[in-house]
């Protein structure tokens, strides 16, 4: 089993960055890969980003390629999720959550992840 906590989420302008981080606890976070979902008020929860296992294989989301950065550090149990370029309908909850996978395997669906965080606000005002 991996916990999680997000944290890094406020208020920023358009244009502004942010760096999100998920801390796990548990043995297996070097074992599973970890998605970034969000969820705006009204709206589904949606996929942002993806990192594997091992950090080598990275996947966005359309409406943030170019934008977010996903990385990892096994080392310290953590995923950061960089957002520069803010627009306000980056703006909703943002949730990281994990699975256990094999190599490479990235998740991309919310329903196969199995571990999620609390969640972290991020509002970008215009």
């Known amino acids: 089993q991996v916990q999680l906590v ?3 989420g406020g208020l920023v302008q358009a244009g502004g960055s942010l760096r999100l981080s998920c801390v796990a606890s548990g043995r297996a976070f070097s074992r599973s890969s970890i998605g970034w979902f969000r969820q705006a008020p009204g709206k589904e929860r949606e996929f942002v980003a993806a990192v ?14 170019g934008r977010f950065t996903v990385s990892r550090d096994n080392a310290k149990s953590t995923v950061s999720l960089q957002m520069n370029s803010l627009t306000p309908e ?21 329903d196969e992840y199995t571990n999620w965080g609390q969640g972290t606000q991020v509002t970008v005002s215009s």
């Open 6 to 8: 997000e944290s890094g």
């Open 52 to 65: 594997s296992r091992g950090g080598s294989t990275t996947y966005y989301a359309d409406s943030v390629r």
């Open 90 to 110: 980056d703006t909703a909850v943002y949730y990281c959550a994990a699975k256990s996978t094999i190599l490479t395997y990235t998740p991309r669906q919310a």
